[in-house]
C-alpha cells in the first residue's frame, strides 16, 4: 500500500517507522530538521512542504494514495488535508485534531472517510481506565469494550508471587498471555515461576476484573482527590473526565494566563497557580491527602520529578505523561506507578483503524516490544476450521481471546475456528509477521 504521512513529529516517526516494513511511505513536513532526520532514519520519500498545499499534495502523488495520515502538530493543516484528500477520492484518511473547540462544528469533519482522532479525548480515557482499575499498571480495550487487556505487576507477599502459571487458577474468561521481566517481555509457558517485581499481561472479561484483585492480593481503594499539574488541553480534557466521576480535582498550573483560564472554564475545580516541582505548592495543593497525582505537562523530566515528591509527601498513586520512550523503563524502576505516552496512545489508536491484511494493530506495548492484533475469521481465512494446534502460530505469539457473538472463549489447542470469531492475540515483533501470514 502507498501511505501518505502529514507531519514527521513524534506521531508521524512513530507511524512511518512502523509501516514502511511493508508499506511504500511518503511523508510531507515542512521542519527543515525534521526532514533530515526523517531521511537519515526513515524508509521513507520526504517531502518539504506544508501538508495543506495543493502543489506539494501533487507532488507527494496524493492520488496514488491508499491511505493518507495527517498527523502534523496543527489541526487546521490537518483539516484541510484531509478534506482535500477526500475530494481527490482518497479511501481511508485519518487526521489528528487536537484542539476540542474544533468539534463544535461537526460539518467540517464529519466526512464518512474521514476518521478523527483526539490525543486529550484518548489520555483522558486511559487515566479514567486506569483510576476505575488502580490494581493495573496499564489497561487497553480491545475488541469494541469486550475484552479488556490488563499489565498486573507481582509485588512482594503476593499470594501468586513464586508460583508457576500451571499451578494457578485465574478467574473464568481470564488468560496471562505474557510476563516483562527486566524490561524483556516473553510469551510464558505453564512452567513460569512468577517473581516478585515481574508485570503479567492479562486478558479478560471487564466485569468481573475485580477477581483479579482476590487474586493478586490487591485491595481497590476509592478515589476521592486527584492533583493535576499541567492545564494545557490534555489536562483540561482529564480534569472534565475526573469531575464526571465524582472526583475532586485540583490543578496546579505555571502559566497565570492558562491558570485564570481553567478557573474560568471549570469553576469546580481549585486551581494553584504554581510550579508543581516545588514541594511547598505541593503541599498547599493537598498532595499529602491526594489519592492520585497526574503529571500532564509539556516536561518529561518536570512530570517525573513532580510524581516523586507527591508520591514522598503521601499521595497514594501518581501517573505521569511522557513522550521520551527511553524513559519507560526508568519511571517504572524509580517509583512512579504509571506512566502514558501521548505519542504511543495517538499511533496506537490510528494503527488500530487501518486493519492492514485484515488485522488490526491494537496495541503496541512497551514501545513496540510486544503487539495486541485482532483478527476476524472470514470464509478465505487460511486457519478457518483448523485446530489451533495445527494452525503454525510461532512460539512468540498466543491467541489468548476468542469472541464469538457475546460468548468468550480462552482457545486450547482443539480450538476451531468459525466464521465470525474474533481473535485477540499478542505478539513479540519478531512473529507478527508470520503472525500475519497465517490469517491473512
Same mark, same amino acid.
Given at each position: ?62 492520488? =496514488? ?26 479511501? =481511508? *484518511? ?35 481506565? +486506569? ?15 469486550? *475484552? ?21 487458577? #485465574? #478467574? ?30 492479562? +486478558? ?97 523530566? =518536570? ?9 514522598? +509527601? ?19 524502576? *524509580? ?21 492492514? =491484511? ?35 502460530? #510461532? ?13 468468550? *472463549? ?17 505478539? +513479540? ?12
Amino acid at each position: 500500500m502507498r501511505i501518505v504521512i502529514i507531519g514527521s513529529g513524534e506521531v508521524g516517526t512513530f507511524l512511518a517507522s512502523n509501516l514502511s516494513d511493508e508499506h511504500d511511505i511518503v511523508i510531507i513536513e515542512k521542519d527543515k530538521h525534521r526532514i533530515e532526520y526523517a531521511k537519515e532514519h526513515l524508509d521513507a520519500l520526504v517531502i518539504h512542504g506544508e501538508g495543506d498545499n495543493p502543489n506539494v499534495l501533487k507532488q507527494a502523488e496524493i492520488e =496514488k494514495a491508499d491511505i493518507m495520515l495527517a498527523v502534523s502538530g496543527n489541526d487546521r493543516t490537518n483539516i484541510l488535508a484531509s478534506i482535500i484528500s477526500h475530494t481527490i477520492g482518497i479511501e =481511508k *484518511i485519518i487526521a489528528r485534531i487536537r484542539d476540542p473547540d474544533y468539534f463544535e462544528y461537526p460539518q467540517a469533519i464529519q466526512i464518512p472517510q474521514i476518521t478523527v482522532v483526539n490525543s486529550g479525548m484518548l489520555v483522558a480515557e486511559k487515566i479514567a481506565n +486506569l483510576i476505575s482499575t488502580p490494581f493495573a499498571w496499564k489497561t487497553e480495550t480491545l475488541a469494541s469494550g469486550k *475484552i479488556q487487556m490488563l499489565k498486573l505487576r507481582i509485588e512482594d507477599n503476593s499470594p501468586i508471587e513464586g508460583k508457576k502459571l500451571s499451578e494457578m487458577d #485465574p #478467574p473464568q474468561a481470564w488468560i496471562f498471555v505474557a510476563i516483562s521481566r527486566n524490561g524483556e517481555i516473553s510469551i510464558p509457558t505453564g512452567d513460569t515461576r512468577l517473581k516478585k517485581g515481574d508485570y503479567v499481561f492479562a +486478558l479478560g472479561i471487564p466485569s468481573i476484573s475485580d477477581k483479579l484483585e482476590a487474586l493478586l492480593g490487591v485491595k481497590r481503594e476509592k478515589v476521592d482527590l486527584a492533583i493535576i499539574s499541567g492545564g494545557g488541553r490534555v489536562g483540561r480534557r482529564v480534569a472534565k473526565t475526573l469531575l464526571e466521576s465524582d472526583i475532586e480535582v485540583r490543578v496546579i498550573e505555571n502559566d497565570h494566563e492558562r491558570a485564570e483560564i481553567i478557573a474560568e472554564e471549570l469553576p469546580d475545580v481549585m486551581v494553584f497557580d504554581g510550579d508543581a516541582t516545588n514541594k511547598e505548592i505541593l503541599k498547599e495543593a493537598g498532595a499529602a491527602s491526594a489519592d492520585y497525582y497526574i503529571a500532564l505537562t509539556g516536561n518529561d523530566e =518536570k512530570n517525573i520529578l513532580s510524581a516523586l515528591l507527591a508520591k514522598n +509527601l503521601g499521595t497514594k498513586r501518581s501517573t505521569v505523561l511522557y513522550t521520551k520512550p527511553d524513559y519507560i523503563d526508568l519511571i517504572e524502576s *524509580i517509583g512512579v506507578d504509571r506512566a502514558i505516552s501521548v505519542r504511543l496512545s495517538t499511533a496506537n489508536e490510528i494503527l488500530s483503524m487501518l486493519h492492514l =491484511k485484515g488485522v488490526a494493530h491494537i496495541a503496541l506495548i512497551e514501545e513496540g516490544k510486544a503487539e495486541i492484533l485482532e483478527f476476524m475469521i472470514h470464509e478465505k481465512t487460511k486457519i478457518l476450521g483448523i485446530p489451533l494446534h495445527k494452525a503454525g502460530f #510461532p512460539k512468540d505469539s498466543i491467541v489468548g481471546i476468542v469472541v464469538r457473538g457475546n460468548e468468550i *472463549i480462552i482457545p486450547k489447542g482443539s480450538y476451531v475456528s468459525e466464521i465470525g470469531d474474533r481473535l485477540i492475540i499478542f505478539s +513479540l515483533p519478531g512473529a507478527v509477521k508470520t503472525v500475519e501470514n497465517i490469517l491473512s
